[in-house]
């Protein structure tokens, strides 16, 4: 899990966000990403539809649905 990132100004535009971001952003369904809700994903905490994100990766089926846990490092409860 990964919020929105900055990067130094002097090394924007080399791609280096687009290979760090993971979700979490409202611009993010450029690099691929959707909703992660329309993808049967619930966050673990109530985070807004457009700021929970995900992937859509080649193994994902219709019947990988759930709330999505996060290691207890990450966990935002």
């Given at each position: ?23 979490g952003h409202p611009a993010y369904p450029r690099f691929g990403f959707e909703r ?42």
């Open positions: 899990m990964l919020g929105p990132i900055g990067v130094r100004p002097d090394r924007q535009r080399q791609g280096v966000g687009q290979a760090l971001m993971l979700l992660a809700r329309a993808l049967a994903l619930e966050a673990p905490a109530p985070w807004p539809d457009e700021a929970w994100m995900a992937p859509r990766l080649p193994a994902w089926t219709p019947d990988l649905r759930g709330i999505v846990h996060f290691p207890e490092a990450f966990d935002p409860r």
